[in-house]
């Protein structure tokens, strides 16, 4: 079973960026899906952005333009690129990885916070 840890979150002020990581204990070469969700205090955890073995990406519509997903296979790692943050952003991002066959994997989540 491969272990997720996310790094990287912090507080920003509005407009601001942060890059999160997901680093895994093995390979997520064989990972078919690998994705960033958020979960808000009082919300759903929703989908962010996903990213495919072949590098096709998902984004959610209220982060589009702002957020970039990517994987570099040969660190094992995941990242997620946020500019032009909103106090709307705020709450704590997972990051999944999937592989078929096998249940899906989470990371503890990381604690983003967007406020002046």
């Known amino acids: 079973q491969v272990q997720l840890v996310e790094s990287g979150g912090g507080l920003v002020q509005p407009g601001g960026s942060l890059r999160l990581s997901c680093a895994a204990s093995?390979?997520?070469?064989?990972?078919?899906?690998m994705a960033w969700y958020r979960q808000a205090p009082g919300k759903p955890r929703e989908m962010v952005a996903s990213i495919t073995k072949a590098d096709g990406t998902n984004y959610a519509d209220s982060v589009k333009g702002r957020f970039t997903i990517s994987r570099e296979d040969a660190k094992n790692t995941l990242y997620l690129q946020m500019n032009s943050l909103k106090p709307e952003d705020t709450a704590v991002y997972y990051c999944?990885?999937?592989?078929?066959?096998?249940?899906?994997?989470w990371g503890q989540g990381t604690q983003v916070t967007v406020s002046s």
């Open positions: 999944n990885a999937f592989r078929i066959l096998h249940p899906p994997m």
């Open positions: 093995g390979s997520i070469f064989s990972m078919n899906v």
